[in-house]
């Protein structure tokens, strides 16, 4: 599918879904400038728009319609026989944290940003693409004065989208605290494990994102009007925010690992210690019991009429003494 919207350089949607052959003509007007968002377009669609009209780089074409594993930026400078505008091409991601499935899920968005162009690529339909589509053709805050400005938008709308995803994580990590204090059980160490490894997971998306959207801040790009580089700078400091929580979530995890394996062996060391009280406990009544029940031929004691009724004494006083001893220790 193929969304495009031209805007005035004010901001003003001037019209929308274009016909292919008229991209050319309003791509020359320098008092407009284009967007087009191709969602899981077909490779016609594809070709016609990457290669056919705006004339991108192979290798850029091909980094987008190939999943991307990491975030980057590129800047491409036509030389010889190019017939491309100077643009810059970027790969960033989007995620999503599902509590049911306990794992993010990324989704990838490739930037096409030229001086009076933007095409976005994503192979399935993005919330920040969307949102940041209907401000623009409300026309509202003026958001969709200039390519530069529209990415920015973008970039924004999708880093705060990661703060959902974040809290639904501290929820599961709060909870997973009160089971390892509460009740730790093989199935609980069995999801920490899991959820520090998708926060793993976060930070090795967040660390290169971070590095991209640094360039940005930095004023790197001439693309970049000088007067947003600073809302490029917020955007930053946004997905630096996101990557500290990210290792505090990691830190506390570790902790709760710690806090199940110290609750995991003081159980372990309270059955040791019952199994061993209720050994000692018992002793004296193993070793009478086991006296009296050889099959010697002559036993004198066994010829009283009060035999049975003393061993039974017997064991019962030191079985209680034993009892008494280990209960003033404090043992039990």
Known sequence: ??????????????SKDLDAFLMPTLLADTNLFLWLDLEAPTAEEAKMVLEDIFHFHPLSI???????????????????EDKFAPYLFMVIHAVDYNRKDGVFATKELNFFLGKNFLVTYHDVPMRSVAEVAERSQK???HIARAPDRVAHNLLDTLVENYKPALEELSVE??????????????KTLNKIIDVKKEVLHLKLIIGPQREVLRRFAAGE??????????????????????????QSYLDT?????????????NQTGEVVKLLTLITVITTPVMIL????????????????????????????????????????????
Request: with cysteine; hydrophobic share 40%; net charge positive.
């Open 1 to 14: 599918m193929i969304r495009s919207f031209a805007f005035t350089t004010k901001g003003q949607l001037h």
């Open 139 to 141: 026309g509202t805050i």
């Open 62 to 80: 091909e980094d987008c319609v190939m999943v991307s594993p990491s975030p980057k930026v590129e800047e491409y400078e036509p030389r010889n």
């Open 173 to 186: 990590i709060a909870e997973l605290e009160q089971q390892a204090l509460q009740n730790p059980t093989p």
């Open 221 to 246: 790009f001439k693309l970049i009007r000088a007067h947003l580089v600073p809302y490029y700078r917020d955007v930053y400091d946004s997905i630096n925010h996101i990557g500290e929580r990210a």
């Open 253 to 265: 995890l570790t902790a709760i690992l710690q806090v199940y394996l110290n609750m995991s062996s």
């Open 289 to 332: 019991g086991t006296w009296y029940g050889m099959n010697f031929k002559n036993m004198p004691e066994l010829g009283h009429a009060t035999a049975y009724p003393i061993v039974i004494g017997v064991t019962i006083i030191t079985t209680a003494l034993t009892y008494w001893y280990f209960k003033r220790k404090k043992w039990f």
